[in-house]
């Protein structure tokens, strides 16, 4: 059974910079397409992006591109989340989620079956 | 792009069918039947009950299912019990390795 394993809360100061990181274990990960999703206090799921681990094709929510960089480390078959300047306003639970294999379209990927636990992230000065 | 539409809110009494609505567009809801739907309780992690508009994964209680019309996706939840109290979120396909969520929507069981 896939696991996501997520790493532990931040608090950082607004201006800092932020790698978060998402570990898959318990089942071979380099097929599946990883997604963020942010969750901000009170409010509901947003998707940021996704990358697939096989060769770290990414594509980003329109919402998301150029305020935050999605990466993965293929051999640790590990996702990150990075911010280089936090801003108070990115205070939110972020998750990963894993993708399955989708095979009844071009582009492989239907839904998300297994999330990771989160991670929170608190910026305040 | 924007957020699916939800209500923000649905109540139902136990033993009632309540059904949640996902409206969007035909770039997403309308144009692919990749419509899925996240259950989030409180302080917990979402969970998918509901894939490709209508398909339950393992687990969930054939009591939800799900449908789609036109850009609207609904989700129905029969059978109504106070486990089922949480959170529901809609998710499309958009296009372009895109997802897109709504808003979400509280059910309260009375």
């Known amino acids: 059974e896939v696991r996501l394993v997520q790493s532990g809360a931040e608090v950082r100061k607004p201006g800092e910079s932020l790698k978060i990181s998402c570990q898959g274990s318990g089942h071979s990960l380099t097929n599946y397409w990883i997604a963020w999703v942010r969750q901000m206090p009170g409010k509901g799921l947003e998707w940021m992006g996704i990358i697939y681990l096989g060769d770290s094709e990414t594509r980003y929510s329109p919402s998301f591109q150029g305020q935050v960089t999605i990466s993965a480390d293929k051999s640790l078959t590990t996702a990150y989340l990075r911010w280089s300047s936090l801003k108070t306003s990115d205070t939110a639970i972020y998750y990963c989620?894993?993708?399955?294999?989708?095979?009844?379209?071009?582009?492989?990927?239907?839904?998300?079956?297994?999330w990771g636990n989160g991670t929170t992230v608190t910026v305040s000065s | 792009q924007s957020a699916l539409s939800q209500p923000r809110s649905v109540s139902g009494s136990p033993g009632q069918a309540v059904t949640i609505t996902c409206t969007g567009t035909s770039s997403d809801v309308g144009g692919y039947n990749y419509v899925s739907w996240y259950q989030q309780h409180p302080g917990k992690v979402p969970k998918v009950i509901i894939y490709?508009?209508?398909k339950r994964p393992s687990g969930v209680p054939d009591r939800l299912s799900g449908s789609k019309s036109g850009n609207t996706a609904s989700l129905t939840i029969s059978g109504l019990q106070a486990e089922d109290e949480a959170d529901y979120y809609c998710c499309s396909y958009a296009g372009r390795h895109i997802l897109i969520f709504g808003g979400g929507t509280k059910l309260t069981v009375l």
């Open positions: 989620a894993k993708l399955p294999y989708c095979s009844s379209n071009s582009w492989g990927f239907c839904y998300m079956d297994v």
């Open positions: 490709d508009v209508t």
